[in-house]
């Protein structure tokens, strides 16, 4: 079911939802204001963290092995303390490879990968949700997440999830709201033209809470302009080219997979 859901290209348009949601958690806004250069190409990161987890689902396994290994080196120099107070203290600790962060950004790359494929795609049924979200829990374990963070079945994730999204824990601060604008509003020229689209993609993917939080105004006319939006990406998806739809990763395995079944012995 990874395959399945992961080789879609048009889940990228849910980037944006799961990069807000990560932000959200402010020790993740901090870790990433403070260690990364986000805001000089923050939708290029979008793209190498996908890239990454194209090769870890897709990829054979030295290739997929090296891909892991270069995320767990750039997590273990991702630690200091929040420099200014906001949803929590100044002086806060956080360390990227702290599980909880850790499951955090796992889960919302996981939830936006469901919702993204239901409203772009098609619906899928409960087992195969199941079986999808079973699937993503080896990756959990390939981060190193401890077994005992990883909610054990699809309602437990979901359980997971409302506690976090209801809760005092995820609340965006100032540091997300900052990176948040580099993310609705790029600046390459090339990005600017699609910006507007994306960030109403965005904001239209979000939780309403978190959509508030990020101070993303919403009425019935962007509503509207949404869901129009929503179903022409819909309709026109099963007409868009092989090689624009399915990642690069998913089609080279694909092709494997085949190369395989139907070779003599």
Not at 174 to 197: C, F, N, T
């Amino acid at each position: 079911m990874i395959w399945k859901v992961d080789r879609e290209m048009v889940l990228l348009l849910a980037g944006g939802r799961a990069l807000l949601m990560q932000l959200a958690h402010p020790k993740v806004a901090a870790g990433v204001a403070e260690h990364s250069h986000f805001k000089d190409d923050p939708l290029g990161r979008l793209h190498r963290t996908m890239s990454t987890m194209w090769s870890i689902v897709f990829d054979e396994p030295p290739k997929a092995q090296a891909a892991l290994a270069q995320v767990k080196n750039i997590h273990s120099k991702v630690r200091g303390v929040i420099r200014t107070a906001g949803p929590v203290p100044a002086g806060t600790a956080y360390d990227a490879l702290d599980p909880e962060l850790l499951l955090w950004v796992h889960a919302t790359l996981i939830d936006s990968a469901m919702v993204a494929y239901e409203i772009f795609v098609k619906p899928i049924a409960q087992d195969e949700k199941s079986r999808y979200y079973d699937d993503t829990t080896e990756l959990a374990h390939l981060f190193e997440i401890p077994e005992t963070f990883v909610p054990e079945s699809l309602t437990d994730f979901y359980e997971y999830m409302e506690r976090m999204l209801s809760g005092d824990t995820i609340v965006v601060g100032p540091a997300a709201r900052s990176l948040a604008q580099e993310i609705l509003h790029p600046r390459p020229l090339v990005l600017k033209m699609a910006g507007p689209l994306f960030a109403l993609i965005t904001a239209g993917l979000l939780p309403e809470r978190l959509r508030e939080g990020y101070g993303l105004n919403w009425d019935a006319r962007k509503e509207k302009r949404f869901r129009r939006l929503v179903k022409t990406i819909r309709v026109s998806l099963p007409f868009v080219p092989r090689p624009l739809r399915i990642v690069p990763n998913a089609r080279s395995a694909e092709k494997s997979l085949l190369a395989c079944k139907l070779r003599p012995f």
